[in-house]
């Protein structure tokens, strides 16, 4: 159910399976910068005009973000005020490779009287549209994804419409599946910013270190910590690096 818009939100084993580890030992580990990310963040939301209070976080998820998607060799641009738009979500997720979004999020109603899961854009004032899961399945077309992170309330649940929104399978592979170079992070329930910020230091610093994906999540959830009720979710592949394009090697992923 959607709730109020203005609300008080501050604050899961081996290698991959041999065949994908013989392919993608032939990828270097560095990329051309060819490979775009974006990353978008409502700060106007988190304002004291709309939200009643100063909320400092998104100013650093912007750029902890930023640097960790640069680090893991995506092209990355990072957009927030009046430049994240639902227009701009759309116009550019046909060539992203890598997402992220801090913003609220939730299952929205659409005009064709169904709920999908999205997030509100930030426009630089209160009144901000809903980019739903739905427009941006049709704007990508199917298009691969690599690493994508919905820093938001509720759009890691077991019915987000929003991975497949970006072509990533609502799928766990671990041990000798392989599902390709796609991961995905969402949370659960009622999400503070305080908290957000506690998982995603520790992923971003996990991925940093050369951990895979599946095992920075893990880090970052089991070490607790967190001011409130907290836990997110994960699809996609458990043994992969998250570095950018077709495929990567991940040195320390076991």
Request: glycine share 10%; charged share 20%; net charge negative.
């Given at each position: 159910?959607?709730?109020?818009?203005?609300d008080r939100?501050?604050?899961?084993r081996?290698a991959?399976?041999?065949?994908a580890?013989?392919?993608l030992?032939?990828?270097?580990?560095?990329?051309?910068?060819?490979y775009?990310a974006t990353?978008?963040?409502n700060d106007t939301?988190?304002?004291?005009?709309?939200?009643?209070?100063?909320?400092?976080?998104?100013?650093?998820?912007?750029a902890?973000a930023?640097?960790?998607?640069?680090r893991?060799?995506?092209?990355?641009?990072?957009?927030?005020g009046k430049?994240?738009?639902r227009?701009?979500?759309?116009?550019?997720?046909p060539?992203?490779?890598?997402?992220?979004?801090?913003?609220?999020?939730?299952?929205?109603?659409?005009?064709?009287g169904?709920?999908y899961?999205?997030f509100?854009?930030d426009?630089?004032?209160?009144?901000?549209?809903?980019?739903?899961?739905?427009?941006?399945?049709?704007?990508?077309?199917?298009?691969?994804s690599?690493?994508?992170?919905?820093?938001?309330?509720?759009?890691?649940?077991?019915d987000?419409t929003?991975?497949?929104?970006?072509?990533?399978?609502?799928?766990?592979?671990?041990?000798?599946?392989?599902?390709?170079?796609e991961?995905?992070?969402?949370?659960l329930?009622?999400?503070?910013d305080?908290?957000?910020?506690?998982?995603?230091?520790r992923?971003?610093?996990?991925?940093a270190?050369g951990?895979?994906?599946?095992?920075?999540?893990?880090?970052?959830?089991?070490?607790?910590g967190?001011?409130?009720?907290?836990?997110?979710?994960?699809?996609?592949?458990?043994?992969?690096s998250?570095?950018?394009?077709?495929?990567?090697?991940?040195?320390n992923?076991a």
């Amino acid at each position: 159910m959607e709730r109020p818009f203005i609300d008080r939100r501050l604050w899961r084993r081996l290698a991959p399976p041999i065949l994908a580890l013989t392919v993608l030992a032939a990828v270097a580990p560095a990329v051309d910068g060819g490979y775009q990310a974006t990353v978008d963040v409502n700060d106007t939301a988190f304002d004291p005009v709309c939200l009643g209070f100063e909320d400092t976080y998104p100013e650093k998820m912007v750029a902890a973000a930023t640097a960790a998607y640069k680090r893991l060799g995506y092209a990355t641009t990072s957009f927030t005020g009046k430049a994240f738009t639902r227009a701009h979500v759309l116009a550019r997720t046909p060539a992203d490779w890598g997402y992220y979004v801090h913003s609220h999020g939730d299952r929205y109603l659409n005009s064709d009287g169904r709920r999908y899961s999205g997030f509100r854009e930030d426009s630089g004032d209160c009144t901000q549209s809903v980019v739903f899961s739905k427009d941006i399945a049709a704007r990508r077309a199917g298009r691969q994804s690599n690493l994508v992170v919905m820093s938001t309330c509720h759009l890691g649940e077991a019915d987000t419409t929003m991975p497949a929104a970006f072509a990533i399978q609502k799928d766990k592979a671990l041990a000798l599946e392989w599902n390709g170079p796609e991961f995905y992070v969402g949370y659960l329930g009622l999400a503070w910013d305080s908290d957000e910020w506690i998982f995603e230091q520790r992923f971003w610093d996990a991925l940093a270190s050369g951990r895979g994906v599946g095992a920075a999540f893990d880090l970052a959830l089991a070490r607790g910590g967190f001011g409130h009720a907290f836990d997110a979710d994960w699809w996609g592949s458990y043994y992969w690096s998250g570095r950018a394009g077709p495929g990567s090697v991940c040195a320390n992923c076991a």
